[in-house]
C-alpha cells in the first residue's frame, strides 16, 4: 500500500484496519521472520511456520495449505520472511474473497429487518449504533427495537443511539418479553413503511439452552408479522475469543439461521487469525469488521485489505 492516496478514506480505513491488525500480524510477521532468518528451506521450517500460523487462530486446513504453499519450489533455499508474508496473505485472501460480501438492504422489504445476536458483550448493541448511522446516511429511514429487554442499561445504550443517530427507539420495560417487543417493533415498522429495523438481543452464551430457545422464539414471533422476516441474522463476534467463535457460530446458526457475520474488536486482539479460520470452515457471508468503539469504526469487509493486515504487509 504506497502514500499517494494520503487523505482518502480508503487509505485512512487501510491505516485503521492494520494499525488495529498489528497484534496479529506482528505475532505472524516476527514469529515467521525469526524462522526464516539464516536458514535454508526445509520440513522442519516449514512445521515451525505451521505452528506459528495455527497459534494465529488460522485453523489447522488454512495453516497447511500456507505451509505447503511456502515450500513449493523453494526447497533448500533460502527464503525472506517478505516471500513467506507474501504467501500468506495470497493463501488468506482466497480463502476470504468468496465470503466477503456486502450486506444488501433489500428495498422492496418494508422494513428490512435485520436481527443482531451474539453472545454477551460481543458488540451487538454498539454494531447496530454504527450500523444505524451508515444506513441512514444512505438515506434510509431506520428503526432501533431493544430487543435486549434484560438490562435496564441495555435499553438505554440503544436510546443512546437512537439520538446520535436520529433514528426512533422501540423499548419496552426492563424484564418484558423481548419476543413481544420485537412483534411490537415490527408492526409498527410496516405501518410506518420504514426502510430498515434492526433489532437488538440480549447476549447469550451459546450453550445456555434456555436462552437460545428464547432466541428461537423471538423469530417465530417476527415471522408472524412478516414470514420473509427477519432478512438478515447477522452474527456479531468478538475476535478476542479466538476458538470459542467457532462453536458460537455453529450454535447461533442453529438456532436463528445466521445469515452473516460481524466481527468486532480486531482492533488490540493478537487472535485476528480466527476469521480466517472461520470463513474456511461456515463459508458464511462476512458483512462488517469492527476496529474500535467509534461510530466510524465498522467498515465492509474486503477480503484483500484484511489479508495483507493480517500477514503484516504494509
Ligand atoms: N475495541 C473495540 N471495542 C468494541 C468494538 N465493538 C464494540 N466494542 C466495545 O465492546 C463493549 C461491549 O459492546 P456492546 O455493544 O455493549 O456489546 P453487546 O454485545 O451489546 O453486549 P451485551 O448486550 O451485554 O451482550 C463496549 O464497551 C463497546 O464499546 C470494537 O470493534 N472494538
Ligand atoms: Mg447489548
Not at 532468518?37 to 516449514?46: I, Q, Y
Not at 505451521?50 to 526447497?75: H, P
Not at 436462552?211 to 414471533?221: A, S
Amino acid at each position: 500500500m504506497n502514500d499517494t492516496t494520503a487523505g482518502t478514506p480508503k487509505l485512512s480505513w487501510w491505516r485503521r484496519l492494520s494499525g488495529g491488525l498489528k497484534r496479529t500480524s506482528s505475532a505472524l510477521g516476527t514469529a515467521v521472520a525469526d524462522l526464516v532468518t539464516k536458514r535454508k528451506l526445509d520440513r522442519a521450517m516449514l512445521d515451525d511456520i505451521e505452528d506459528v500460523l495455527l497459534r494465529a487462530d488460522l485453523g489447522t486446513e488454512v495453516a497447511v495449505r500456507i505451509a505447503d504453499a511456502v515450500g513449493k519450489g523453494r526447497y533448500d533455499k533460502a527464503i525472506s520472511a517478505d516471500d513467506v508474508k507474501t504467501v500468506v496473505a495470497t493463501e488468506v485472501e482466497k480463502v476470504l474473497a468468496p465470503v466477503a460480501k456486502p450486506l444488501e438492504i433489500d428495498a422492496a422489504q418494508k422494513p428490512f429487518v435485520i436481527l443482531v445476536v451474539g453472545v454477551n458483550g460481543s458488540g451487538k448493541t454498539t454494531t447496530i449504533g454504527k450500523l444505524a448511522a451508515k444506513l441512514s446516511a444512505e438515506g434510509r429511514k431506520v428503526m432501533l427495537a431493544a430487543g435486549d429487554t434484560f438490562r435496564a442499561a441495555a435499553i438505554e445504550q440503544l436510546k443512546i443511539w437512537g439520538e446520535r443517530t436520529k433514528s426512533p427507539v422501540i423499548a419496552g420495560a426492563q424484564g418484558s418479553d423481548s419476543a413481544s417487543l420485537a412483534f411490537n417493533a415490527l408492526t409498527e415498522a410496516k405501518e410506518q413503511k420504514l426502510d430498515v429495523l434492526l433489532i437488538d438481543t440480549a447476549g447469550r452464551l451459546q450453550n445456555k439452552a434456555e436462552l437460545m430457545n428464547e432466541l428461537e422464539k423471538v423469530v417465530r414471533v417476527i415471522k408472524k408479522v412478516d414470514a420473509s422476516a427477519p432478512h438478515a441474522v447477522l452474527l456479531v463476534l468478538d475476535a478476542t475469543v479466538g476458538q470459542n467463535a467457532l462453536s458460537q457460530v455453529e450454535a447461533f446458526h442453529r438456532t436463528a439461521g445466521v445469515t452473516g457475520l460481524v466481527m468486532t474488536k480486531l482492533d488490540g486482539t493478537a487472535r485476528g487469525g480466527i476469521l480466517v479460520a472461520l470463513s474456511e470452515k461456515f463459508k458464511l457471508p462476512v458483512h462488517f469488521i469492527g476496529v474500535g468503539e467509534g461510530v466510524d469504526d465498522l467498515a465492509p469487509f474486503t477480503a484483500r485489505d484484511f489479508a495483507q493486515a493480517i500477514a503484516g504487509i504494509e
